[in-house]
């Protein structure tokens, strides 16, 4: 059993769903502290953070990762318990084999090796949080808050999502699409449904704006993302029985938008479609994040370079997917991409990655460490 599938499994075996670390980072600074990292706890409310860095001078890579996992759902559907870190025909399952342990203990091992026979010409740094599967207010974000404060930049940055498709590093993300959720509720008059005359139903008044919204064409996306998408996620009216019409209807939907609109433009758009059809409502607005790019540059390069080394695969460059964390360290300036597993399991029962594939990421972190740091 290798160094790297030990320390995922000792990290798997931590029921740490979100924002309950469990103690997964007291195990990743024990690793990191034997390397000559030193270590800031960044506790904010319920949520736990662990910056850790190497001394010296030069530029700074950092390893950014997650250690909370989204809850194992009805355990009757798992072949084995999921925090258990069974290894069974070569793939170790459990909740967060794919998103994102395995990752963080590849990027340990890989920081391990290149210590071990390099001299850096530069810094490295972790930054892990236990908050990136839930609100993602005391996570990250705050650490790089935390960063910038201290003047702390951060060069370049692998995120450790799993963005592999069909092998790994056949696709890495270079950036996302912005994310927007809107809570629209929709008023109308409470009244039997047989005197619908006496009654305003709130459904029947916004299902053309609702329509209109579901079919637009937002923009036509650009080289480096797809078009943005409006979706519902929820829709909710009515008392529970079935002589009631509603006196209101909430709608919650959500926007993956490109660079090409801005959050201002996509208000204005959904309120005036609103407008349009005199309707009497309430909207409020959360942004979880704006979209980013990093389409070219030394990180990109090397892991390309990196990838087609050791996976023999011409990786492609991608932008879809949900959020991540990148989204709070892209803006300060630094160069991110996200580069992990395969995702097909992620937030499955018998979520699982591939033993192998978890050792050969292992050697593509170490690649892309001595490409830029060596």
Known sequence: MTRTIELARALIRKPSVTPDDCGCQAIIAEHLSELGFTHTKLPFNDVSNLWSVTAGDGPLFVFAGHTDVVPSGPLDQWKHPPFDAVIEDGFLYGRGAADMKSSIAAMIVATERVLEKHTLRGRMGFLITSDEEGPAVDGTTRVVDYLCEHGTAIDWCIVGEPTSTDTLGDIIKNGRRGSMNGNLTVNGKQGHVAYPHLAENPF???VS?????TQREWDQGNEFFPPTTFQISNINAGTGVDNVIPGELNVRFNFRFSPELTVNQLQQEVTQTLNKYNLLYDLSWRVSGEPFITPGGSLVEATRKAIANICGTDTVLSTSGGTS????????????IELGPNNATIHQ?????????LETLTHVYEDILIRLLT
């Open 349 to 357: 029962a018998n979520e699982r990655v591939s033993c192998d594939e």
């Open 325 to 336: 964390d990148g989204r709070f360290i892209a803006p300060t300036g630094a160069q991110v």
């Open 209 to 213: 704006a609702l329509s209109e919204l």
């Open 204 to 206: 029947h008044l916004a």
